[in-house]
């Protein structure tokens, strides 16, 4: 079955330093979504994306926040200036517009 | 508002039992979604019901909504020990631009033993 790709799967960063994580969605879908779980949390939506920009966004997702559709393949989520408080497992999500999502298996974000 | 609660928040059972897990909502929803997370993995879609459905059936899970005390359940049947996971409800409210967002709850760990 098709999977959507997330990479890394572990990223350790400092205080005020930018991170892209980066998603490689299923090839034929239009939809791409980010969502994040912080430990011991639910899991929350963070933002969507369709037809080259943002359908709607949390408001979680501030302006240290953008996402980006660079080629036809990759979906990455860019944190310009990371917090402590954005350690998190971040997944991306994508639909061919079915209405069930497909998730990565996420990336781990740790704030130090 | 606190949409997606689930109960119960842990849940252990022996292999060959069912599993019924719960899940409460707050607002009106276009559908409601089950997840399943392995730990440390990604979610995992399990099934989805429409709000103007009341049961349906995938394999050994069967999952039923009643839109008017916002509520649903899912239940495994005959589980297995390959079942252990995490397991969470979503609903999306569905309209306009908010096709795919999801609003989850807590889950119910559950696990099951050989």
């Known amino acids: 079955e098709p999977e959507v790709t997330q990479t890394p799967s572990h990223q350790v960063t400092q205080m005020g330093q930018e991170v892209i994580l980066r998603c490689v969605p299923i090839s034929n879908h239009l939809y791409f979504y980010w969502y994040r779980q912080i430990l011991g949390q639910k899991v929350e939506f963070l933002v969507s994306?369709?037809?080259?920009?943002?359908?709607?966004k949390s408001e979680i997702f501030d302006d240290q926040f953008s996402v980006e559709r660079p080629d036809g393949s990759n979906f990455t989520l860019k944190i310009r200036s990371t917090k402590l408080e954005d350690s998190a497992m971040y997944f991306c999500?994508?639909?061919?517009?079915?209405?069930?999502?497909?998730f990565g298996s996420g990336t781990q974000l740790s704030v130090l | 508002s606190q949409q997606g609660e689930e109960d119960p928040q842990a849940l252990s059972i022996q292999e060959g039992e069912n599993a019924t897990m719960n899940c409460s909502y707050k607002t009106s929803i276009n559908n409601l979604q089950w997840y399943r997370q392995n730990s440390g993995r990604g979610l995992v879609h399990l099934i989805l019901i429409r709000s103007n459905e009341r049961e349906k059936h995938s394999g050994r899970l069967r999952v039923t909504l009643d839109t008017s005390k916002k509520s649903s359940s899912l239940l495994i049947t005959a589980s297995r020990a390959a079942d252990t996971a995490s397991y969470f409800c979503?609903?999306?409210?569905?309209?306009?631009?908010?096709?795919?967002?999801?609003?989850f709850g807590q889950g119910t760990i559950l696990t099951v033993h050989p």
């Open positions: 979503a609903t999306e409210r569905g309209g306009g631009t908010s096709y795919g967002k999801l609003t």
């Open positions: 999500a994508s639909s061919g517009g079915f209405e069930k999502l497909f």
């Open positions: 994306f369709y037809n080259n920009e943002i359908s709607e």
